[in-house]
C-alpha cells in the first residue's frame, strides 16, 4: 500500500467517526472510541506495510508532485506508528475518562457532546503523521497548524471547567505567537535560499560550501574567503535568522526553554487524556519535525552548523537545568509531569546538539532521540492513566492524593512506583536506556558541560520523581481515602505499558528494530 | 521604486508592532488580532522575497503559496480562538489576561 | 509601484498597526486592524501579488475582522477598558521589541539588498510555453495572469498542503460547533 | 547456571507477588542459592557452564553477561548468598506486610548478585541500581524511628552518586568502545586502550566520587548511619552487608584495571578521606548514643579501611610496582565486613525486639538474662574491632601490610604509609566504640528494659550462626577464602 | 607434640564453650586436665629446638604468613614458667571459685588464655604474635569483666582493653616499619641490611616497644593494671603478675635474639631503658601509699615489669628474663596468697581491715613470707639473683649508668612498701570482724602456694635456672657481696625493711600520707578528666557536631537549597500571567536570535 493512504485511512477513520458521532446514540459516545481504537489499530498495522515511491517507481502515482512534500523513510514509519501507538493509547485514556468528560461539557448528566473527543485525535494523529514525513516547510506548516488547532480544542475541551479554558487561551494565545515566529522565519529562510523544501536547502549549503561559487542567489557574497568560518558567517545572517525563529517555534512545541512558559499551566488545566496527548504526542511531532529541519542545516560542512549546535545546546542546557529545577517543588502531580516533560525534552535536545550521525559502535543523535521519545511514550502515557485514575476517583491531581497508595491499591503503587523509577531514569526499566544514550552521546562529543548539566538534571530527577514514590509508599493515606479499583481498560494498558518499561529496560533491541 | 530591503523594514516594522501588541496588550481579543498583524507581517516578508527572488521574469510563486496556506490557517485559528474566548467570556466574565491565573507555580 | 505610493501604503499599514496596539477601545483597535490590511493590501499589490492583495481585503479585512468585531460586541467589552495599564511591564515590552527591532535592522544591514526589476513577462513566456498555453500567450500579451499562475502553483505543485488544509478546516469547524454549543440548561 | 543465582530470587519475588507464601518462598530462594552459591566457588575454575552471555542490544553491543571474571566476583556472590539467607531469615515482618518484606529482600539481593557476577559494564551498573528501589522503599516503609527522613536522605545521596557514576561508566564505556569488562581490562593491560592521563583523571574522578558516595566515603557519608538505623534489620544487613560493597568492587574491578594513572592521580585526596573515613567518622561514632547509629556509623568507618588497600594498589600499579597483597587484601576485607556488619545489625535488631529499645543509656546488664546474645554480639563485635581468629583482622592486617608493602626504609614514608599509621589508629578508636557500647548494653547492673529479656532462641541463632561460622572459618584460616583469588 | 601445647586448651575453651555451659564441674576438670597436660608437654621440650613444619595462613603470590612454632630455650623455658604457674593456679581457682556462679565460663576464660599465652611464647613470626597478643588481650578482657555486672569491674575490663589497644597501635606499626627494613615477618630470618638509618630503625624498635608498654603496663600506658585486679585473684595471679604483662618482656627479648641487640644499642634501648626506670621508680612509689592487698602487689608488679623493661633496654635481656622467670613464681606466690586471705577475710581487701593474719592462716601466712622476702630480694631468695643481674646491668652501662641509682632507689622502696603490707596484714591484732572470722584454707589452696614458696625460694640457683630459665646467664659468684652493687643492693635492703617496720609494726592506721602517691600522681584523673572526657569525647562530639552541621548540612543541604533555590526562582516565572509568559516568550526570542544570529 503506497505510505500516503496511511494518513488518508486516518482522515477517513475520523469522518467515519463524525458520522458515528452525529448519527449513533446521543447518550453512549463508547462505541465511538472503541470504533476510533479498532480503526487505528488497523491503520497501525499497515504502516508496517506501506511503501514509499522507492518500491514502485513505474506506478503513477510514484510521480505525482505528492512526494515534493511527503517523505516516507525509516523514521517516518517509525514515527507515524509513533502517532498512531500514542493516539490509541490517549483514546483508550479518554474512554475511562468518559465521566469527567461528560460532566465539563453540555449536559453534566449524559456524554452527548463527548464524541468529537474521540474523533479529534485522529485528525491530530493525522497531522503528525504528515508532520513525520515533513519535506518542505510549507507542507510541514499545514500538518504542524492541523496539529495545533486541534489541540487548541482539545484542551479547551471541558468548557465548563475553568482551568481548561484558561489552559486553552493560554495555548491560543502563546501557540499563535509561535506560529507567528514560524511563518516569519519561514519566510526569512525562504527569502535566503530561495526555497521551502529542505532538500534544497541543504543542497544550496552544500553548494556554498563545497563549491564555492555556485551559490547563486542564496549567499552571494560566500564566495569569499570559505576558509575563514566568520566571513561565512556574516553573509548567512539572514538564514540565521530565519532558522533562529523557525527553532523558537519549533522549540515551543517541544517544550524547550525559553519557550516552555505554556508547558505547565496547560498540562495542568487540559483534560488529562489531553495533556498526555500533548506531552507525548505533539513532542514528538515536534522532535520529527525538528529532526528534518535540523537535517539539511547540520549535514556536514554546512557553513551554519556550528551556529545552530551552539544554540541547540544551549537551549539543551537551559531546558535541563530549569525543567528539573523547577519541578523540586511541585505538588500537583499534573505539573510535576508537565515540568518532566520539560526536562525530558532537555535530554533530547541535548542529544540532537551532539547531532552525531549513527556509525558502528553506537546510535546518532536521531536514534536516541528516537529511542527516547519511545520510552518516553510508555513512561508518561502510563503515569497519566494513573492520573487520570486517581482524580476520577479522588478528585485531586496532587501528589498528596497518591498517599499511601501502597495501602489502597498495591499493584497500582507498584506499577506506579516502577513508572516513576523509569522517569527517572533507574537502570533495568526503559527510562534508563534513553539517558544512558543520551549521556554516551554527550561523551563521545566530549560535550562536558553538557554531560555535567545532565547529571544535575538526572539528580535532581531523582528528587521529584521519588517524591512521588515517598508519598505511594510512606505516607499514611488520608483518612478519607477510599481504595482505588482500576476499569479493565486502564488495568490492561497500565499493565501492558509497565511490562514493556520493565522489558525494554532488560532488553532494547526491540525499539531498535522498529527504527531500522 | 521600493527595494526588497524597504519591504522587509516595513513587513518587519509591522511584525514588531504585533509583537508589541501581544506583549503590551492584556484584552486578549487585542492580543489576537495583534497574533493576525504579526502573520500578515510574515506574508509581507513572504511576498517580497517571492517577488524579489523570481526567477524566469516572473516571482517565485511557490513563496506565494504559504501566503494561502498562511491566510488560512489564520481564519481557521481565529475561529477556534474566538470560539475558546467567547467559551472563557461566558465561564468566567472576562477576557483580561490578570484574572487567569488560576494555573500557575 | 512608485517610491511615494510605497511609503503612502506602508504607513497607512503601519499607522494602523500602531492604533490596533494604543487604542484602548477594541473595537477601535479592529477597525484600524482593518485600515491596516488596506494598506497591506496595497503593497502587495505592488509587488504584482494581485490575487494576495485581493484576499487579503476579501478574506482578513472583510471576514476575518468582521468576525472580531462581531465578538467584540457580543461580549460587550466596554468594562475591560478602565484597568491602569502598569509601567514595569510596559516599558519591558517595548524594551523587548526594541531590542527585536535593532535585531531586525541588523540583519537587514547583512542582508544582500535588490532593487525593484521589472517583471520579465516575455522570457517568463517562454519558459511557461511547454506547461501551460494559455498562461504563456496572456504572458506574450504583457498581461501578468496572476490568478492562472497561482491556480496552476497551487493545484499542480501545492494540491497536497492543500488537502491537509482541507482537513485543518474541517477541524477547526468541528471544533468551534463542539466549543459552542448550547449550554445544557 | 551463574544466570540462575540471579534468576532464583527473582522468581521467588514474582512468586510472592502471586501470593506464594512469603516466607517459605523466600527461604527456600535463599536456601537454593546459598547452595548454588557454594558449588559455584567449588567449581568455578574448572567448569564453563558458570557464565552466560545474552545479546540485549547490537548498537552499542550490551550484552546480559554473567560470568566469574576472577575470584573476587566468586566471593562476592558467595557473601550475597549468605547475608542474603541470614537476612531472610532472621528478620520479621510486620503483620500483613510479608510480600513486601521478603519480595524486597530478594530483590536486592538479585540485585547485588548480579551486579557482582555481570561482567557487562551495563548491568553491572544496572543491576546495582535495581537493588536499590527496594532499599528504599523498605526503609522508607518498614523503617523506625525518623524513616522518612532517612530513607528521603539514603535516596537522594545514592541518587546522586549512582548518576556521577553512570556519567564516568559510560566515558570509560565510550573510550574502550566496548561494553565488556573483562575486554576492557585486557586491552588496557596489552596497551591496546591506553587513555592519556588527563581523561584518566577525570574518570577516575567521576568513578572515585560515583563509587565513594554509595560506599559512603568521606564526605560522602550523611546517609549511612541514619539509613542503616531506620532501616528494617534484612534492609541493613543486606544493603550495609553486601550492596555497599559494589562501590569497591566497582573500584577494584573497573577503575583500577583500566585507570591505574588516573587513580594514582588522586591518590592524595584518596588518601585524605580515607582517612577522614576513619578518624572523623570515628570521632563520630564514639559520640553516638544510639546502638543503630553506632553501627551504621562504624560501618561508614570501616570502609576507610578498604580504601586504603585501594589506594595502596594505586599508588603501586602507577609506579610499575607491584603490591600483590592489596587486591585480596580488600576482597578479604569486604567479605568479612560484610558478614560481621549484617550479624551486627541482625543482633541489634534482636536487642530491640527483645528490650524494646536501642539507647545506650536505656540498656545494661543484659548478659545476665541474655547469655547467648551476649555471647554472639561480643563474638562479632570482636570481630568487627578486628579481634584475631575472626575474618576482619586477617583483612585488617593485610590492609596495613599492603599500605607497608612498598615501604622503603631509605626513602620515609610514603603518603599511602602516612596514612597507613592514621589508619591504625582507627583500630584504638573503633575499640572505644565498640566496647562501650557493649559495656552499656550488656554489662553492668540489670536495667528494667533487661531484667526479663529473652534469650535468642534456636531458630533466632540459625541466621546468625550462619554467618558466625564463616566469620570464624575464615578468621582462622583465611587462605580457604584467599585461594579463591588465585 | 608440640602443636598439642596450642590445641589442648583451645579445645578446651571450645569444648566448655559449646557443650559444658551447664556443667561447671567437667568444665573445670577439662580445663585442668589440659593445662596439666600442656605443663608436662613443656616439660618433655624443654631446652629442645626442633624446627615444626609451619601452616600457611596467608598465602598470596610469593607472599606468606604462616602458624608457626618456634622452639627454643627461651620458649621451652617461658612454656614451664606459663604453664607452671598456670597449672597451680587452675588448681587454686578449683577451690577459689568453687562457689562462683559462672565457674563454667570461668574455666573457659582460662584456658582461652592459656592458648593464647602459648601462642605468644611460641609463635615464629611477627603476625603471629600479634594475633596472640591480641587473643590473650581479650582472654584478659573477659576475666577482668568477669563479674561484669559490677560497674567497676566492667569498666576495668574496657579500660584493659582499651589501654593495650592504645600500645597496639604502635606495636603494629612497629611490625610494619620492620617488615619494610628486614623485608620479613619470621623471627628466624630478620637481619637488619646495611644502610639503614638508626633512627628510621630506632623508630621501628620503640614502636614495636609500644606494645610492650601496653600489655606490660609500662608508664604511661600502666593504668589498666591497678585496675584490672577487680577480676577473681587467680587471675590476678596468672595474668596480671605472672605470665601475661610479662609478654612484653618476652616479646622484646625475642626481638632482641631475632635482630640482634646492636640493634637497640642506640636512643631505642636508651629510651626503653628509661622508660622502664622511671614505671619502676613511680609504681614503687604509688605503691606506698595504697591500701588495698591487691593493689600494692599490683604496683609492686608494675615495678618490677619496670626493671625487667629496664634490663632488656640496657641490652641485658638475659638478666631480664631471668627476673622474669623468678618474678613469675613469688608474684603468683603473693597474688595467690592475697587471694586465700581475700577468700578467708569474706572479700575483705583493704590492709587496715586485717592483721594478724599470721596466727589465723599459718600456712598462708608463711608462704606469703617467703613470697615477700624474695620479691624485696633478701640474699638467697629466688628475687635477689635476678635484681642482682639486672642492677649490675644499670651500673656498667656506658650512657645510662645513673639508672642504678633508679633501681637502687626502687630495691630500697620495694622492701618498705612490701613491709608496710606484711606488717599491717599479718601481724599485729586483727582490726576487723573479718580478719577476726579468717581461718586457714583448705588443701586446694595452700598446696599451690606451698609450691610455689618452694619455688620461690630455689629458682635462682643456677641447678634450676640453666634448666628451666628462659634465659640465664651463669654470674660468676653466687654471693658475692664486694664491689658497689652488691653492697648497695643488700643495704638498700635493710633499710627499707628496718624503715617499714619501724614506721608499720602494730599501726592502726596509716602514719603518713602522701595524697600525690595514693593518688598515682594524679595520672589516671588526668587521662579520665582530660584525655578521654576533652581530647576523646568531647573533640568526638565536636566533629559530630561539625559532621552533622558542616557536612549533612552546609555542603550536602546547601546544594540542594541552592537547587531547591532555583527551582523556586523559575516557578516564579511560571507566575500564571499569559502577559508575563509572553513576555518571557519575548525574551527568549531575543536570545535566541541574539545568540543563533549574531
Redesign the interface.
Known amino acids: 500500500m503506497p505510505a500516503y493512504y496511511l494518513e488518508a485511512l486516518t ?1 477517513f477513520l475520523g469522518l467515519v467517526l ?1 458520522m458515528v458521532e452525529a448519527f449513533g446514540p446521543r447518550d453512549s459516545k463508547k462505541s465511538v472510541g472503541i470504533l476510533a481504537v479498532v480503526g487505528l489499530i488497523l491503520i497501525l498495522i499497515a504502516t508496517f506495510f506501506a511503501y514509499g515511491p522507492e518500491a514502485k517507481p513505474d506506478s503513477a502515482w510514484a510521480k505525482w ?2 512526494w ?3 517523505n516516507f523513510d525509516g523514521l517516518a514509519r517509525f514515527y507515524k506508528g509513533f502517532a498512531l501507538v500514542c493516539t490509541i493509547l490517549v483514546v483508550l485514556m479518554s474512554l475511562d475518562y468518559r465521566s469527567i468528560l461528560a460532566r465539563f461539557t ?3 448528566e449524559s456524554e452527548n ?1 463527548t464524541g ?1 473527543y474521540y ?2 485525535p485522529v ?1 491530530a494523529c ?2 503528525m503523521m ?1 508532520m513525520a514525513s515533513a519535506k ?4 510541514a ?3 504542524l ?2 496539529v495545533t ?2 489541540f ?2 482539545l484542551v ?2 471541558l ?2 471547567n ?2 481548561s ?6 495555548y ?3 501557540g ?6 514560524l ?2 522565519g ?3 529562510i ?3 535560499t ?3 523544501n529542505l532538500a534544497e536547502i541543504g543542497q544550496s549549503l552544500s553548494l556554498v560550501t563545497f563549491e564555492g561559487n555556485v551559490g547563486t ?1 542564496a549567499i ?2 560566500a564566495t569569499a574567503g570559505l576558509a575563514d568560518g566568520a566571513v561565512v558567517s ?2 548567512t ?2 538564514l ?2 530565519g ?3 523557525v ?2 517555534a519549533l ?2 512545541k517541544v517544550g524547550a ?3 516552555q ?2 508547558i ?3 498540562y ?2 487540559a483534560p488529562t487524556p489531553t495533556t498526555a496527548f500533548l506531552s507525548v504526542g505533539s513532542k514528538a511531532a515536534g522532535f520529527i519535525l525538528l529532526i528534518r529541519f535540523l537535517n539539511p542545516l547540520l549535514q556536514a560542512g554546512s557553513p551554519v552548523a556550528p ?2 549546535l ?2 541547540l545546546g ?2 539543551a542546557g537551559a531546558t535541563l ?2 525543567g528539573n ?6 505538588s ?1 502531580f499534573k ?1 510535576l509531569l508537565a515540568y518532566s516533560s520539560i526536562a525530558h525534552a532537555g535530554f533530547l535536545i541535548l542529544a540532537l546538539a551532539v547531532w552525531k550521525p ?1 556509525n ?4 546518532g543523535s536521531v536514534q536516541t532521540v528516537s529511542f527516547y521519545l519511545a520510552t518516553y511514550l510508555l513512561m508518561t502515557l502510563a503515569s497519566f492513566f494513573v492520573v487520570a485514575q486517581v482524580r476520577i476517583q479522588d478528585g485531586s491531581e496532587e501528589i498528596a492524593a497518591l498517599n499511601g497508595l ?1 495501602k489502597r491499591n ?1 499493584i497500582l503503587a ?1 506499577a506506579l ?1 516502577l513508572i516513576m ?1 523509569a522517569l ?5 526499566t526503559a527510562g ?1 536506556m534513553g ?2 544514550f543520551v ?2 552521546l554527550a ?2 562529543a566530549k560535550l562536558w558541560w553538557g ?1 555535567a548539566l ?3 538534571g ?3 530527577g ?2 521529584y520523581y ?1 517524591k512521588v ?2 508519598a505511594i ?2 505516607e499514611a493515606p488520608a483518612a478519607s481515602a477510599t481504595p482505588i479499583s482500576l476499569p479493565p481498560v486502564t488495568r490492561g494498558s497500565l499493565v501492558i505499558l509497565t511490562l514493556a518499561i520493565v522489558v525494554l529496560g ?4 526491540p525499539i ?1 528494530w522498529l527504527l531500522n | 521604486m521600493a527595494s526588497l530591503h524597504d519591504y522587509l523594514l516595513v513587513s518587519g516594522l509591522l511584525f514588531a508592532i504585533g509583537l508589541a501588541g501581544v506583549v503590551l496588550r492584556r484584552n486578549i481579543i487585542v492580543m489576537f488580532m495583534c497574533l493576525e498583524l504579526m502573520l500578515s507581517a510574515a506574508n509581507l516578508t513572504l511576498v517580497a522575497f517571492s517577488r524579489f527572488n523570481g526567477m524566469n521574469g516572473l516571482p517565485d510563486y511557490n513563496g506565494q503559496m504559504l501566503v494561502f496556506f498562511v491566510i488560512t490557517v489564520a481564519a481557521a485559528e481565529v475561529s477556534v480562538g474566538l470560539a475558546i474566548i467567547v467559551a472563557l467570556y461566558r465561564a468566567r466574565q472576562t477576557i483580561h489576561t490578570d484574572d487567569l491565573n488560576s494555573l500557575k507555580g | 509601484m512608485p517610491l511615494a505610493l510605497f511609503w503612502f501604503f506602508a504607513a497607512v499599514m503601519l499607522i494602523g498597526g500602531l492604533a490596533v496596539v494604543s487604542l484602548r477601545n477594541p473595537v477601535a483597535s479592529a477597525l484600524s486592524m482593518v485600515a491596516s490590511f488596506v494598506g497591506l493590501a496595497g503593497l502587495f499589490i505592488g509587488l504584482n501579488a494581485f490575487f494576495v492583495g485581493i484576499i487579503q481585503i476579501l478574506v482578513y479585512a472583510g471576514a476575518i475582522m468582521v468576525l472580531f468585531i462581531f465578538i467584540i460586541m457580543l461580549l460587550d467589552l466596554k468594562t475591560e477598558e478602565k484597568r491602569a495599564p502598569k509601567l514595569a511591564p510596559a516599558l519591558g515590552g517595548l524594551g523587548i521589541v526594541l531590542a527585536f527591532t535593532i535585531q531586525l535592522i541588523g540583519v537587514l544591514s547583512q542582508t544582500p539588498n535588490k532593487s525593484h526589476e521589472p517583471l520579465d513577462l516575455v522570457a517568463a513566456s517562454a519558459s511557461m510555453a511547454g506547461r501551460s498555453e494559455g498562461i504563456a500567450s496572456k504572458l506574450k500579451a504583457g498581461h501578468l495572469p496572476d490568478v492562472n499562475l497561482i491556480g496552476d502553483t497551487l493545484f499542480n505543485g501545492y494540491n497536497f498542503p492543500l488537502q491537509i488544509i482541507g482537513v485543518l478546516l474541517l477541524v477547526s469547524t468541528i471544533g468551534v460547533v463542539v466549543l459552542s454549543k448550547r449550554q445544557a440548561a | 547456571m551463574l544466570a540462575l543465582l540471579v534468576i532464583l530470587p527473582l522468581i521467588a519475588f514474582i512468586a510472592i507477588l502471586a501470593g506464594a507464601p512469603a516466607r517459605k518462598s523466600a527461604v527456600a530462594a535463599g536456601l537454593a542459592n546459598l547452595a548454588l552459591g557454594l558449588w559455584a566457588a567449588a567449581t568455578w575454575e574448572n567448569s564453563d557452564h558458570w557464565s552466560i552471555s545474552l545479546p540485549v542490544l547490537e548498537k552499542p553491543a550490551l550484552h546480559l553477561a554473567f560470568a566469574f571474571t576472577d575470584g573476587m566476583s566468586v566471593i562476592m556472590v558467595l557473601l550475597s548468598v549468605l547475608v542474603t539467607l541470614a537476612a531472610l531469615l532472621s528478620g520479621k515482618a510486620p503483620e500483613g506486610r510479608e510480600t513486601l518484606y521478603y519480595g524486597s529482600s530478594l530483590l536486592i539481593s538479585a540485585g547485588a548478585i548480579g551486579a557482582f557476577a555481570a561482567t557487562d559494564l551495563f548491568f553491572f551498573y544496572a543491576f546495582h541500581e535495581l537493588a536499590l528501589i527496594p532499599t528504599f522503599v523498605m526503609i522508607g516503609l518498614l523503617g523506625r524511628g525518623d524513616r522518612r527522613d532517612a530513607a528521603w536522605k539514603i535516596t537522594l545521596y545514592l541518587g546522586f552518586g549512582s548518576i556521577i557514576l553512570l556519567a564516568g561508566l559510560v566515558w570509560l564505556a565510550n573510550l574502550a568502545g566496548t561494553f565488556d569488562i573483562p575486554t576492557m581490562v585486557r586491552a588496557a593491560q596489552e596497551g591496546s586502550l591506553s587513555i592519556d592521563p588527563a581523561t584518566q583523571k577525570s574518570i577516575a574522578a567521576l568513578l572515585i566520587v560515583g563509587f565513594g558516595v554509595l560506599v559512603s566515603l568521606f564526605p560522602f557519608h550523611s546517609w549511612a548511619a541514619p539509613a542503616y538505623a531506620s532501616a528494617p534489620a534484612p534492609t541493613a544487613m543486606l544493603h550495609a552487608g553486601v550492596l555497599k560493597k559494589f562501590g569497591l568492587y566497582g573500584l577494584l574491578r573497573v577503575a583500577l584495571p583500566i585507570l591505574p594513572d588516573g587513580m594514582n592521580a588522586w591518590l592524595i585526596p584518596l588518601l585524605v578521606l580515607l582517612v577522614g573515613n576513619i578518624l572523623w567518622v570515628g570521632l563520630v561514632t564514639i559520640s553516638q548514643k544510639r546502638l543503630d547509629l553506632m553501627l551504621g556509623n562504624s560501618s561508614v568507618m570501616h570502609m576507610g579501611y578498604i580504601f586504603l588497600a585501594i589506594a595502596a594498589l594505586a599508588s603501586a600499579t602507577a609506579t610499575g610496582q607491584s603490591n600483590p597483597l592489596a587486591q585480596p587484601a580488600a576482597v578479604l576485607l569486604m567479605f568479612a565486613h560484610g558478614i560481621s556488619i549484617a550479624m551486627l545489625f541482625g543482633l541489634a535488631d534482636r536487642i530491640e525486639r527483645n528490650t524494646g529499645t536501642l539507647e545506650l543509656s536505656d540498656l545494661g546488664g543484659l548478659a545476665k538474662s541474655a547469655p547467648g546474645l551476649a555471647f554472639l554480639f561480643g563474638m562479632v563485635a570482636m570481630a568487627s574491632i578486628g579481634l584475631p581468629g575472626l575474618a576482619n583482622f586477617a583483612g585488617e592486617v593485610l590492609v596495613f601490610l599492603s599500605a607497608f608493602k612498598n615501604y622503603d626504609p631509605a626513602a620515609g614514608l610514603a603518603p599511602v604509609q602516612v596514612a597507613g599509621i592514621l589508619a591504625i589508629w582507627g583500630v584504638v578508636i573503633s575499640a572505644v566504640y565498640m566496647l562501650r557500647a557493649y559495656r552499656r548494653v550488656f554489662h553492668g547492673p540489670s536495667v528494667p528494659s533487661t531484667e526479663n529479656a529473652s534469650d535468642l532462641s534456636f531458630a533466632d541463632r540459625l541466621p546468625v550462626l550462619l554467618l558466625a561460622v564463616p566469620l570464624l572459618v575464615v578468621g582462622i584460616y583465611p587462605n580457604l577464602l584467599l585461594s579463591l583469588l588465585k | 607434640m608440640p602443636w598439642l601445647l596450642l590445641l589442648l586448651p583451645l579445645i578446651a575453651a571450645a569444648a566448655n564453650q559449646l557443650y559444658l555451659k551447664r556443667n561447671a564441674f567437667i568444665a573445670s576438670m577439662l580445663s585442668v586436665a589440659s593445662v596439666a597436660a600442656t605443663f608436662a608437654i613443656s616439660l618433655m621440650l624443654l631446652g629442645k629446638e626442633n624446627a615444626v613444619a609451619p601452616l600457611n595462613w596467608i598465602a598470596i603470590g610469593g607472599f606468606e604468613i604462616e602458624i608457626g612454632l618456634k622452639l627454643d630455650q627461651l620458649a621451652t623455658g617461658m612454656m614451664v614458667v606459663v604453664t607452671g604457674v598456670g597449672l597451680l593456679v587452675h588448681v587454686f581457682s578449683l577451690a577459689y571459685m568453687a562457689d562462683d556462679s559462672a565457674k563454667a565460663r570461668f574455666f573457659t576464660c582460662l584456658s582461652l588464655f592459656m592458648f593464647s599465652m602459648t601462642g605468644i611464647v611460641l609463635a615464629s613470626n611477627f603476625i603471629m604474635t600479634f594475633m596472640f597478643w591480641e587473643l590473650v588481650g581479650l582472654s584478659s578482657y573477659l576475666l577482668i569483666g568477669h563479674w561484669y555486672q559490677r560497674e567497676s569491674a566492667a569498666d576495668a575490663a574496657k579500660k584493659a582493653f582499651i589501654t593495650n589497644r592504645v600500645g597496639d597501635f604502635g606495636f603494629m606499626i612497629g611490625i610494619l616499619m620492620l617488615w619494610g627494613i628486614t623485608g620479613t615477618l619470621n623471627f628466624d630470618d630478620m637481619k637488619v641490611p646495611a644502610g639503614i638509618s638508626t633512627g628510621v630503625l630506632g623508630a621501628a624498635l620503640l614502636c614495636v616497644f609500644c606494645g610492650a608498654v601496653g600489655k606490660s603496663a609500662q608508664m604511661p600506658l600502666h593504668v589498666w593494671l591497678p585496675d584490672a585486679m577487680e577480676g577473681p585473684t587467680p587471675v590476678s595471679a596468672l595474668i596480671h603478675a605472672a605470665t601475661m604483662v610479662a609478654a612484653g618482656v618476652y616479646m622484646l627479648f625475642r626481638l632482641q635474639l631475632s635482630i640482634g641487640s646492636d640493634a637497640f644499642d642506640n636512643f631505642a634501648g636508651d629510651t626503653i631503658a628509661i622508660v622502664g626506670g622511671i614505671t619502676a621508680l613511680c609504681a614503687a612509689l604509688m605503691a606506698t601509699q595504697q591500701n588495698d592487698i591487691k593493689r600494692i602487689l599490683a604496683y609492686s608488679t608494675l615495678s618490677q615489669l619496670g626493671y625487667m623493661i629496664m634490663a632488656v633496654g640496657l641490652l641485658a635481656g638475659e638478666a631480664g628474663m631471668f627476673h622474669l622467670f623468678t618474678h613469675a613464681w613469688f608474684k603468683a606466690l603473693l597474688f595467690l596468697g592475697s587471694g586465700a586471705v581475700i577468700h578467708a577475710c569474706h572479700h575483705q581487701q583493704d590492709i587496715w581491715q586485717m592483721g594478724g593474719l599470721l596466727k589465723k592462716m599459718p600456712i598462708t601466712g608463711f608462704t606469703f613470707l617467703i613470697g615477700f622476702l624474695a620479691l624485696i630480694a633478701v640474699p638467697g631468695t629466688a628475687g635477689f639473683f635476678s635484681k642482682e643481674q639486672i642492677l649490675e646491668a644499670a651500673h656498667h652501662h656506658d650512657r645510662l649508668s645513673w639508672l642504678f641509682w633508679v633501681a637502687a632507689t626502687v630495691a630500697l622502696l620495694t622492701p618498705f612498701y612490701m613491709t608496710r603490707l606484711f606488717a599491717v596484714a599479718f601481724l599485729g591484732k586483727q582490726r576487723s570482724k573479718d580478719a577476726d572470722h579468717a581461718h586457714e584454707v583448705g588443701p586446694l589452696m595452700f598446696l599451690p602456694l606451698l609450691i610455689l614458696a618452694v619455688l620461690g625460694l630455689i629458682a635462682g640457683y643456677p641447678f634450676i635456672a640453666e634448666k628451666l630459665a628462659p634465659a640465664y646467664e651463669k654470674p660468676a659468684h653466687l654471693f658475692h657481696f664486694s664491689g658497689l652493687v652488691p653492697i648497695t643492693s643488700v643495704v638498700a635492703v635493710l633499710v627499707g625493711l628496718v624503715a617499714g617496720l619501724v614506721v608499720y609494726l602494730g599501726k592502726e592506721r596509716d602514719p603518713i600520707s602522701v595524697p600525690l602517691f595514693r593518688d598515682r600522681f594524679r595520672i589516671d584523673a588526668f587521662y579520665d578528666g582530660v584525655l578521654v572526657r576533652y581530647l576523646q569525647d568531647a573533640f568526638a562530639a565536636i566533629v559530630h557536631f561539625f559532621d552533622e552541621f558542616l557536612i549533612s548540612g552546609l555542603i550536602v543541604g546547601g546544594s540542594a537549597r541552592i537547587a531547591e533555590g532555583f527551582g523556586g526562582l523559575f516557578r516564579r516565572v511560571q507566575g500564571g500571567n499569559l502577559q508575563g509568559y509572553a513576555f518571557a516568550f519575548g525574551i527568549g526570542v531575543i536570545l535566541v536570535i541574539y545568540f543563533t544570529a549574531f
Open positions: 482522515v463524525l508532485s505528492l515534493n512534500f511527503y453540555d449536559d453534566p457532546g468529537e474523533a479529534l485528525f493525522a497531522g504528515w518542505d516547510l510549507a507542507g506548516f499545514v500538518a497548524e492541523l488547532i486541534t487548541y480544542i479547551a475541551y468548557r465548563r475553568v482551568g479554558l484558561e489552559a486553552g487561551v493560554k491560543l494565545i502563546l499563535a505567537l509561535s506560529t507567528g515566529f511563518v516569519y519561514i519566510a526569512w525562504y527569502g535566503a530561495g526555497t521551502m542567489h552571494p557574497s556574516l553573509d545572517t539572514s540565521l535568522f532558522i533562529a525563529l527553532l523558537i522549540g515551543f526553554v525559553p519557550m512558559a505554556w505547565p499551566d496547560v495542568q488545566g551556529q545552530v551552539s544554540m544551549l537551549i537545568i530549569f529545577l523547577a519541578a523540586i517543588g511541585q500537583n505539573r549513527a558502528e559502535s553506537g546510535l501502597s498495591p507498584t512506583t523509577a527517572a531514569g533507574v537502570p533495568l534508563f539517558k544512558f549521556f554516551s561523551v563521545e554531560l545532565a547529571v544535575v538526572a539528580a535532581a531523582f528528587y521519588f514514590i515517598r509508599w510512606w532488560v532488553w532494547p533491541q531498535l
